[in-house]
């Protein structure tokens, strides 16, 4: 080895380093980079990120400097880098030191990473000692955030701690030059964690038409053989779910294709290593039982992202499986083997299981593409919990989201921390797995919230968990400014915008249920400018399960007290229609989800869904493509606007009466619905002169009005913003919470 040059010619530096910068394999980088670059010195991990200290020539520091900001480790992310300069020490060696814990500082947990192309030739290779391996991982793939107990990111503190490695695994770990240095969830057959049976019957009993549960890396899935109706079925049956469609995982990308249309970015999302599940069209040569999605244009589909994954496909007969969460109803995923056992054994004819613990459960995240660009519909494995960068430091805050799809956010300095997907807020098991990831996830990022942001509706669980914390400020933010409040912090955008907030269900600030929004919005305030004409909601949740309460109340209100609904029995519509009048049990809202049901309702699609949304989604499902045709509709000028759909749901009404096709209704209905959110913002901005336009809420979902929207939008002269990297729906505005309640915490 060359020497380094005297003392006095030397230049020694200190960079610090923070962003995901542990668990990626960086420390062996460093360490390689100053072997090659002929430097002394160390590097280390510290709860805050990774520091190292290197001294030689001058040069030789610049480079290695130039070489971390532009070509650092692969799954590495650096958010900041601090340089200072020392005095030169002397020494000739460049070692890796312990870990170090500083106080009240933490390192950027990485998300869970598939598997990479290293590791998958290891355990396909018959010769490697990894060969059919499940737990096969290296530095740059495999299980982090599902397995992390606590920082700094060391063995200890993951659920790997129960696996001592063999003699060859710790050589591996220990010696910078492998793959494996310092991978901490690094195992082998020899030492590391088993299967509770062979894959052979796995793959057998697959094959053979059997419901599987199999324990993944964020909690257990039900798998069967998607080509296999009877399977399907029984599945739907067993889990009591009656439409809602099944994930799949296909073997590979040719089998992906072999069932749908792909773009090159659907392409991108598949393979990337955050593995979701993407939402794709389905092509022609479609041979799935119609039970996986019924009534569905789509399939949401996901590649192999473990060992385990890949080789359960391998030389097995069937190349799509269901894949959908290990769950009952609308319980969490459940995690431990104990408990699948006890909560699935109704539903799986068999379990393969592992005695690697999963300390953090996660779901599948699900993606879909729009224009060209990956987003968010369900942020959870894969995403979480890589933060935001807010841009500016705020407070350390915890908004805790709302009651649907719930998720939460902390935030610490810049960092904006949104907890994976937690679920719907309706039960008790729910809510246990909310407040588990909020205790690991104030741990992980050492936050201790100074105040609390919750949702205004008085009967979430969230806003009940938040109002119960003692001693600390509480901020109320209306749901639908939370929308939009998301929406500008993932643009980056301050000053003030348009909001569209379209969705089911959201409180107003008079009581009202909201849901057809706009708002001109910042940060600290937001104003109501307009919004869908109330019609009267009759039962609570209940019509949100029976579309044709809304079609009553739209026809009642498009027609007069005398209007006939012919979908449901008279003696049911007249209970309603005296609700109505009566207003007994009822409650205006301008829901966008509800306007949705209606019309659904009014052609004779559906009058009630078994999931949410599920008549909205069908409705966008039938509809015909290359129809331009649109309905009349008014907007009325007031203290607010009011756009009033009456004219075109009477032409709805008539037209299916006369037996018009639904799938040209329903084109025309979406034209229309799109045409007056345009007409709409195109009013505000001749009041406010704002350009922006932010899209928001779960309603953005709709793919042809959220296309025809931003097209009629952009023609219009705006400039429009959607969401990518938090969903559109409720699983993002614990985002918008936290940015509006950092306006006033301190
Ligand atoms: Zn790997
Ligand atoms: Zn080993
Ligand atoms: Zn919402």
């Known amino acids: 080895m060359e020497t380094l040059p005297p003392a006095t010619s030397r230049r020694r530096i200190r960079i610090r380093l923070r962003g995901i910068v542990q668990g990626v394999g960086f420390r062996p980088f460093v360490y390689n980079l100053a072997l090659k670059l002929n430097l002394a010195g160390y590097v280390l991990n510290s709860s805050a990120g990774l520091v190292a200290e290197v001294e030689g020539h001058p040069a030789a520091v610049d480079a290695f400097v130039a070489t971390l900001r532009e070509d650092p480790p692969p799954l590495a992310w650096i958010q900041k880098m601090e340089v200072s300069e020392l005095e030169a020490e002397g020494g000739e060696t460049f070692v890796i030191r312990e870990s170090v814990a500083e106080t009240g500082e933490f390192a950027l947990v990485s998300p869970d990473v598939a598997t990479c192309d290293d590791c998958f030739r290891d355990f396909t290779t018959a010769a490697n000692r990894r060969f059919g391996y499940p737990f096969t991982n290296c530095t740059n793939c495999g299980p982090r955030y599902t397995i992390i107990r606590d920082i700094p990111y060391d063995r200890p503190n993951t659920t790997m701690a129960a696996f001592p490695m063999c003699a060859a695994c710790q050589a591996e770990y220990d010696d910078p030059r492998e793959r494996r240095f310092h991978a901490q969830p690094n195992a082998c057959p020899e030492c590391g964690p088993a299967l509770s049976a062979p894959l052979e019957e796995a793959r057998r009993r697959l094959a053979a038409g059997e419901i599987l549960a199999i324990k993944g890396l964020g909690g257990f899935h039900l798998a069967c053989d998607a080509r296999n109706g009877a399977a399907v079925g029984r599945l739907r049956e067993r889990k009591r779910r009656s439409d809602k469609p099944f994930a799949l995982m296909a073997r590979d990308l040719a089998a992906v294709e072999a069932i749908c249309a792909v773009s090159d970015a659907d392409r991108r999302a598949l393979l990337s290593p955050r593995r979701a599940i993407v939402i794709l069209q389905r092509g022609a040569a479609g041979t799935l039982p119609n039970a996986i999605a019924p009534a569905n244009r789509t399939l949401g589909i996901m590649l192999p992202y473990t060992p385990l994954h890949h080789l359960l496909f391998t030389g097995a007969p069937y190349s799509i499986l269901v894949m959908t969460s290990g769950n009952l ?46 987003r968010v519909i369900r942020r959870s494995r894969g995403f979480a919990p890589q933060t935001m960068d807010l841009g500016r430091r705020i407070p350390e805050l915890l908004a805790c989201g709302p009651e649907l799809k719930n998720t939460f956010c902390l935030t610490k300095g810049q ?107 910042r940060y ?87 999931f949410e949304a599920q008549a909205a989604i069908e409705l966008e499902m039938i509809a015909e493509d290359g129809n331009s045709g649109r309905y009349p509709f008014e907007i009325e000028a007031g203290p607010l606007w009011q756009v009033d759909f009456r004219p075109a749901i009477a032409r709805i009404a008539r037209e299916a009466a006369e037996g018009a096709p639904r799938p040209s209704i ?27 336009v932010c899209l928001s809420g779960g309603t953005f979902q709709n793919m042809r009005l959220l296309g025809l929207a931003v097209t009629g939008l952009r023609a219009s ?13 409720d699983g993002g505005i614990a985002l918008g919470q936290a940015v509006i309640a950092a306006e006033f915490a301190r």
């Open 415 to 521: 960092h904006a921390i949104l907890s994976q997907h937690i679920g719907d807020l309706e039960n008790y098991e729910t809510l246990v797995f909310f407040e588990e990831t909020l205790a690991n996830l104030k741990k992980l990022f050492r936050v201790e919230p100074r105040a609390v942001a919750y949702d205004l509706h008085p009967l979430y669980l969230s806003t009940k968990y938040a109002l119960g914390l003692g001693g600390l400020p509480k901020f109320g933010v209306q749901h639908h400014h939370a929308h939009i409040a998301a929406c500008m912090a993932e643009n980056g955008l301050g000053g003030e915008v348009i909001g569209v907030a379209f969705d089911g269900t959201g409180y107003g600030t008079d009581g009202a249920i909201w849901g057809g929004e706009f708002l001109v919005a």
């Open 329 to 374: 109803s609308e319980e969490p995923i459940v995690v431990s083997n104990a408990d699948a056992r006890e909560r699935l054994s109704g539903v799986a004819d068999w379990f393969l299981t592992h005695d690697r613990d999963i300390y953090m459960r996660t779901d599948d995240s699900v993606v879909r593409t729009f224009e060209g660009t990956e």
């Open 717 to 729: 002269g705006f400039e429009v913003f959607l969401h990518a990297k938090v969903p559109p729906n």
């Open 666 to 692: 329903s084109a025309k209905f979406h034209n229309t619905v799109a045409e007056a959110i345009i007409e709409t913002c195109r009013r505000i901005r001749g009041e406010t002169k704002l350009t922006r």
């Open 524 to 610: 600290s305030a937001f104003e109501r400018r307009g919004h869908l004409r109330y019609v009267p909601l009759a039962g609570g949740d209940a019509a949100v399960r029976e579309p044709w309460r809304a079609a009553l109340a739209y026809l009642i209100d498009t027609f007069g007290a005398a209007a006939q609904f012919e979908g449901v029995p008279e003696n049911r519509a007249g209970v309603v229609r005296r609700m109505i009048e009566t207003g007994v049990n009822t409650v205006p809202t301008s829901s966008c989800g509800r306007l949705f049901d209606a019309v659904a309702a009014i052609i004779g699609l559906r009058t009630a869904v078994n």
